[in-house]
């Protein structure tokens, strides 16, 4: 696909859908988004993240639009047909060939949902709030594709080594996780605290919705810092792209 250092998922979709995650490596941004940042929102400057957008397409010639989200932590999801400039959400859906969807993250988990016959495709930003507030459940139920026939793959996210959460994540996970589910993903640490697993999270919810296919997991962006940007690390930094998209056959 390029020479550039990217992370590709290892799942049985066809050839006619790329994906791919982004690492810091092969972008020209400065100090704490050295170097590869994707994110314009970030306090970056506009021209290296110009020149990294650039580069970012670069890896995908023949890419007619590129479709980016106003992230906000939220439950909802758009279906686009074009790229728009405009979408808040945290869940991208579509059907067209030729359009890139990206996701931006820095600790949260960016998750990708592809059709087992590369006919539909997702890509969804999943901190805790947004798991807690349906965002798996409404982007499943919002593609064409019966769930049994959708393959997820779950890119680079802070691990269980390191994300600490208090009660409130554990409560807010409670109402909507399985009780076997939220015992493997919360481990109880010192001081009323968890060890939370995205993973876990991700895939009891997964399950929940009738996708069983789910590959990926076991990064940590935290422990990881020469590929991924960690906000929990350091606040102020860039953001890692996770991108998918149907080639036009
Ligand atoms: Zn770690």
């Not at 941004?29 to 670069?58: E, I, K, W, Y």
Request: charged content about 20%.
């Amino acid at each position: 696909m390029s020479d550039m250092p990217l992370i590709c998922p290892d799942w049985e979709v066809p050839d006619t859908v790329s994906a791919f995650v982004t690492t810091r490596a092969g972008g020209v941004s400065q100090s704490a988004f050295n170097s590869f940042n994707l994110a314009d929102h970030v306090g970056d400057t506009s021209d290296a993240v110009a020149t990294n957008r650039r580069r970012l397409r670069a890896i995908l010639p023949g890419i007619r639009g590129w479709q980016w989200l106003k992230q906000v932590h939220g439950a909802r999801v758009v279906v686009v047909q074009e790229e728009t400039t405009s979408a808040k959400a945290d869940a991208v859906i579509t059907r067209e060939a030729g359009l890139a969807l990206s996701i931006l993250t820095a600790d949260c988990l960016p998750l990708l949902l592809a059709a087992e016959d590369g006919s539909e495709i997702a890509a969804l930003h999943c901190g805790w709030r947004g798991l807690a507030a349906g965002i798996i459940e409404n982007t499943i139920q919002a593609m064409q594709t019966p769930p049994e026939s959708i393959l997820a793959w779950m890119g680079p996210a802070i691990g269980p080594c390191h994300f600490e959460v208090g009660r409130d994540v554990h409560a807010a996970l409670s109402a909507i996780l399985a009780d076997d589910a939220l015992a493997s993903a919360f481990t109880p640490a010192v001081g009323e605290k968890f060890m939370a697993d995205l993973y876990e999270v991700a895939t009891a919810l997964l399950r929940q919705q009738g996708v069983q296919r789910i590959s990926g997991g076991g990064f940590c962006t935290s422990c990881d810092q020469r590929r991924f940007f960690s906000y929990r690390v350091s606040p102020v930094c860039g953001r890692n792209a996770t991108t998918i998209c149907i080639r036009s056959a």
